[in-house]
């Protein structure tokens, strides 16, 4: 079993700062990618970054330069570090991993972290 538990969302004012921490634990042999995806309230599921294996990075427009993603692949864990937070920001965060095992790859998700931005 494998799960990804996230962490460090909450209330903050605009122009704040929060930090996203998500780690994977279980029967993992490797992970390729992971990422933060978030969903606000009447909207579908978007990706906010994603970061591979090796630390190539990438964002939706409307984040970069005010958010910044990273991986420690010794305990296996994901962050998202979000600067200069703006109100349309509000949602609910997940991370996400694609992850071996052994016989399989497959897409795993956390149970989320809400992030409000109040203005």
């Known amino acids: 079993q494998v799960l990804l538990v996230e962490s460090g969302g909450g209330l903050v004012q605009a122009g704040g700062s929060l930090r996203l921490s998500c780690a994977a634990s279980g029967s993992i042999f490797s992970i390729d990618a992971m990422g933060w995806y978030r969903q606000a309230p009447g909207k579908q599921r978007a990706m906010v970054a994603t970061?591979?294996?090796?630390?190539?990075?990438n964002y939706v427009d409307s984040v970069k330069g005010r958010f910044t993603i990273s991986r420690y692949n010794a305990n296996n864990t994901v962050y998202l570090q979000m600067d200069s937070l703006k109100p349309e920001d509000t949602a609910v965060y997940y991370c996400a991993a694609l992850i071996e095992r052994v016989g399989s790859m497959d897409d795993y998700w956390g149970q989320g972290t809400r992030v409000t931005v109040s203005s």
């Open positions: 970061i591979t294996s090796n630390g190539v990075t």
